[in-house]
Every structure is written in structure tokens, then in C-alpha cells.
T-cell receptor
Framework: GAVVSQHPSWVICKSGTSVKIECRSL??????MFWYRQFPKQSLMLMATSNEGSKATYEQGVEKDKFLINHASLTLSTLTVTSAHPEDSSFYIC???????????FGSGTQLSVL | GENVEQHPSTLSVQEGDSAVIKCTYS??????FPWYKQELGKRPQLIIDIRSNVGEKKDQRIAVTLNKTAKHFSLHITETQPEDSAVYFCAARANNLFFGTGTRLTVIP
């Protein structure tokens, strides 16, 4: 199978600070990675599609200046939650696939708590 | 974009009974339909998937059916076990993957 690593697994931060979450494909190259957000007892909501070497594509309602995505290499995408506030507290999960029509593999998720 | 609806939101069955979860999708261009099992605080785990050129797929106690005309697909779990208890998500993909709202399955020993 394919392994997607996500760090950190949990983070607690003060309101107003920025938090960076990393997503790595360990044994394959991922041209595209996806970032999801999941509130307690709710579904996974697609936030954005991260494309290597180009700008991310954001879903409607997701602030691109709030959630900065960088996909600098074929194995690494980062999500930075800027000026985090308590309402940003959530479970963030990345995913990646080997190709356009390939299965998605998920990272282990990051639980963000903003105080 | 794609809209995926999932029912029921909660499902309780006795151990050994079958469980069925149903999903509908809106985008006729969707061609890939995976099902994920997620335990609390963990990543979604792919349990079975089906592509639009297939009507049914089975893997041991788990099966998925797809009706492209009606735009709905279903997950069937037979001989349920307590360890099957989790939240199950269906998903549909044309370009991006969109998830259903989830079903919390509880298998009562």
C-alpha cells in the first residue's frame, strides 16, 4: 500500500498564532494532495486541492489567506492555519493518491485546539 | 460540485445480522465510489471501492452495489461483528472526492 504521514498529530495553540501541518507521501510521489477538515461527529469536508508547483484550488467558502497551502515537492504539502482562532479548532486530515484515478490514502490527521 | 447523501445516520444491529448503508450522489460524471471506516480520532480506512463500470463488488463479508442510472450505491456488511462498530463514510469522485455525512454503526454483542 501507500503511506501518508501527517504531523503533528495534535497541537494546542493560543489564539492569534499560526500553525503548520505537514503531509508527506512516504513511498510514492503525489502530484496532488487534498486537505480535509472534520468537526466532531461530522463528515470530512474538502477544503482544498494542493497541486505540486502551482497554486492550490480552494473549495467555496474556504479562505485561502486563512489556510495557506504549499506543495513544494512531490512528497510534501503543508497547510498553515494563520492567525488561528477557537473556531478553527478541528481535525484536519490530508490525503494523497498516486495518480488521477488512483485510490486515496489518508494521513493520520491533526487535532488542532485553539485556546 | 458533487453532493453525496448518506442514510441512515445511525444504525444498530445485533451481532450476526446484516447492515446496509445507502448513498446517493448528484454528479453523473462521478466514476469512483469508495467506502471508508473511521474510528474515533483516527484516519479513514478504505474498506471497499467500486468503479462506475462495475455493478457489484464483494470482499468477504463486505459488498458494494452501484446503480449508475439512479445514482445510488450501497454498502452491505453481513455477519456483523462488534469490531465492525465505527462510523462509515461513502464518497464519490469525478475530479475530487466528496464524502457522505456518515453512518454510525453499532453492533450489539
Amino acid at each position: 500500500g501507500a503511506v501518508v504521514s501527517q504531523h503533528p498529530s495534535w497541537v494546542i495553540c493560543k489564539s492569534g498564532t499560526s500553525v503548520k501541518i505537514e503531509c508527506r507521501s512516504l513511498d510514492f510521489q503525489a502530484t496532488t494532495m487534498f486537505w480535509y477538515r472534520q468537526f466532531p461527529k461530522q463528515s470530512l469536508m474538502l477544503m482544498a486541492t494542493s497541486n505540486e508547483g502551482s497554486k492550490a484550488t480552494y473549495e467555496q467558502g474556504v479562505e485561502k489567506d486563512k489556510f495557506l497551502i504549499n506543495h513544494a515537492s512531490l512528497t510534501l504539502s503543508t497547510l498553515t492555519v494563520t492567525s488561528a482562532h477557537p473556531e478553527d479548532s478541528s481535525f484536519y486530515i490530508c490525503s494523497a493518491s498516486k495518480g488521477v484515478n488512483e485510490k486515496l490514502f489518508f494521513g493520520s490527521g491533526t487535532q488542532l485546539s485553539v485556546l | 460540485g458533487e453532493n453525496v447523501e448518506q442514510h441512515p445516520s445511525t444504525l444498530s444491529v445485533q451481532e450476526g445480522d446484516s447492515a446496509v448503508i445507502k448513498c446517493t450522489y448528484s454528479d453523473s460524471a462521478s466514476n469512483y465510489f469508495p467506502w471508508y471506516k473511521q474510528e474515533l480520532g483516527k484516519r479513514p480506512q478504505l474498506i471497499i471501492d467500486i468503479r462506475s463500470n462495475v455493478g457489484e463488488k464483494k470482499d468477504q463479508r463486505i459488498a458494494v452495489t452501484l446503480n449508475k442510472t439512479a445514482k445510488h450505491f450501497s454498502l452491505h456488511i453481513t455477519e456483523t461483528q462488534p469490531e465492525d462498530s465505527a462510523v462509515y463514510f461513502c464518497a464519490a469522485r469525478a475530479n475530487n472526492l466528496f464524502f457522505g455525512t456518515g453512518t454510525r454503526l453499532t453492533v450489539i454483542p
